[in-house]
């Protein structure tokens, strides 16, 4: 068995053990003799390809439990039927600490296969025709738009929020793939460092040739990284530069395309509807949903606030009507989400998950607009897709801080189980409030100020001494 092959199959083995929750994940200095393929192995532009596809293949998949810590799902009664998912609902300690393993672990080494490939492309560059130095160049593009999404993710989770000016740690930018004990660049550091990342991913993007290989989703584009430059602004409150980068990525005909209105629509992955859709093993879904079978099954639902009316085009494929039975004589209707499940439940299997959707600017430019004082343009934006859909618009008077106050929860509406709400309200310093079973009262109230929204620093990577403090509340952990 070559090198490659027997990295793939290492890569799909990997893949399918970081979606299982809570599994103890490896430190970020594993031996580079161990982790990387043979330099010589990547000798042309398809297996240059090869090798990246492990960057894609490693990047973590964890919208479900990022729904979990934000406040877009409820718990039935049927909710202790998964005490894994019961336990990340109540932010409890060792679920964090956990969540946080794997995670950093798993961003991580999607940052590390991206390295592997970027450090050898000069060498190779060398040795390639003009027409392959153009397609190699836009690989190098896809290598650093990768490893910018897992930069921002990382940020997003592991440092506080970006205007805490007290706590300024960010995460560790590596660019080597040699083993290193490296500081915790800050906040504003990690920024720019992304920002860079995607601005040369753009130039590669706009001035080279695509391969002649696959086609969205699987694979980020310019939309892609023109998507997360948007997030990265919005991230860091520069909402001139959020509103600039928007521009083009907003038609200026909003199309019925863009809303997925079938069950098959989410199980492809259709280029309509996503900017980059990350592929998934087969055991991915089935281990999500393997409990529940039914959405009468369901362990977790939609809040109220988010149901979808039946005149919304979204109520289709983005929510599941369903019936609980509480009791002998009780029952109660709810929605749950039913973005993949109305395919799981069908018998179908999913191949990809949404990581950008083609939705997703509309509400970045509608939120850089308002905050950026354009309050007609941002209303206009979000009440015409709104009308698009059949939703009830935002009225004429609505303006400032209820104008955003409507586009985030639209956003939250919109995007639930997708992973970003939860990046929303940290940023924001909004409340998360969680419910007891079918929302009967509030269990659980964390304010913006509540060091359990900033995931602990791994206890795998203590050892590193030049790693700096834990995150601010949390213990001193140890491996």
């Given at each position: 068995m070559s090198l490659l092959l027997r990295r793939s199959v290492l890569r799909t083995l990997c893949?399918?053990?970081?979606?299982?929750?809570?599994?103890?994940?490896?430190?970020?200095?594993?031996?580079?003799?161990?982790?990387?393929?043979?330099?010589?192995?990547?000798?042309?532009?398809?297996?240059?390809?090869?090798?990246?596809?492990?960057?894609?293949?490693?990047?973590?998949?964890?919208?479900?439990?990022?729904s979990l810590l934000s406040d877009e799902l409820v718990p039935t009664h049927r909710a202790s039927q998964s005490p894994q998912m019961a336990q990340l609902y109540a932010y409890t300690d060792?679920?964090?600490?956990?969540?946080?393993?794997?995670?950093?672990?798993?961003?991580?080494?999607?940052?590390?296969?991206?390295?592997?490939?970027?450090?050898?492309?000069?060498?190779?560059?060398?040795?390639?025709?003009?027409?392959?130095?153009?397609?190699?160049?836009?690989?190098?593009?896809?290598?650093?738009?990768i490893k910018a999404l897992s930069y921002l993710q990382l940020l997003q989770l592991f440092a506080t929020p970006y205007d805490d000016a007290e706590h300024t740690g960010g995460i560790i930018l590596k660019d080597r793939v040699e083993r290193e004990e490296l500081p915790r660049n800050t906040k504003a550091e990690t920024v720019q460092a992304i920002e860079r990342l995607l601005k040369e991913a753009l130039t590669a993007f706009?001035?080279?040739?695509?391969?002649?290989?696959?086609?969205?989703?699987?694979?980020?584009?310019?939309?892609?990284?023109r998507a997360l430059l948007a997030r990265l602004y919005l991230y860091a409150g520069d909402w001139a530069k959020a509103e600039e980068v928007t521009r083009t990525l907003v038609p200026a005909m909003l199309s019925a395309s863009m809303v997925p209105t079938t069950p098959l629509a989410w199980s492809q992955g259709a280029s309509t509807i996503t900017l980059f859709a990350s592929s998934v093993p087969v055991t991915y879904y089935n281990s999500i949903y393997a409990q529940a079978k039914s959405a009468t099954n369901a362990t977790y639902q939609l809040p109220q606030r988010s149901y979808f009316a039946s005149t919304d085009l979204r109520h289709r494929s983005y929510a599941l009507d369903s019936t609980l039975q509480v009791d002998a004589i009780t029952t109660r209707s709810l929605q749950i989400i039913g973005k993949y499940a109305a395919f799981l439940f069908a018998g179908g299997l999913p191949s990809y998950n949404c990581v950008v959707r083609t939705t997703e600017p509309i509400f970045l430019r509608a939120e850089a607009l308002a905050r950026s004082g354009d309050a007609t343009a941002a209303r206009d934006l979000l009440n015409s897709y709104l009308r698009l859909v059949g939703a009830d618009e935002v009225a004429s008077t609505v303006t400032g801080t209820a104008l955003i106050d409507a586009i985030i929860a639209e956003k939250a509406r919109e995007f639930a189980g997708e992973g970003l709400r939860?990046?929303?309200?940290?940023?924001?310093?909004?409340?998360?409030?969680?419910?007891?079973?079918?929302?009967?009262?509030?269990?659980?109230?964390?304010?913006?100020?509540?060091?359990?929204?900033t995931l602990p620093l791994p206890a795998s990577e203590r050892s590193n001494k030049n790693l700096g403090a834990q995150n601010p509340g949390w213990p001193e952990l140890t491996h």
């Open positions: 893949s399918v053990l970081a979606v299982v929750p809570f599994l103890s994940a490896c430190s970020l200095d594993i031996p580079v003799e161990n982790e990387l393929t043979d330099p010589k192995a990547i000798s042309s532009v398809q297996t240059a390809y090869e090798a990246l596809a492990s960057a894609y293949s490693s990047y973590p998949k964890v919208e479900l439990e990022l060792y679920a964090l600490q956990s969540l946080a393993s794997d995670l950093w672990s798993g961003y991580y080494e999607t940052i590390k296969d991206a390295n592997a490939v970027l450090v050898r492309l000069p060498d190779l560059r060398s040795r390639l025709s003009s027409a392959e130095q153009l397609q190699l160049d836009y690989l190098a593009g896809e290598a650093k738009t706009d001035t080279t040739t695509r391969p002649p290989y696959g086609s969205a989703p699987g694979f980020v584009n310019a939309a892609t990284a939860f990046f929303d309200l940290k940023r924001l310093g909004l409340p998360i409030e969680h419910y007891t079973p079918n929302e009967e009262r509030v269990s659980l109230t964390l304010p913006a100020g509540s060091y359990k929204r």
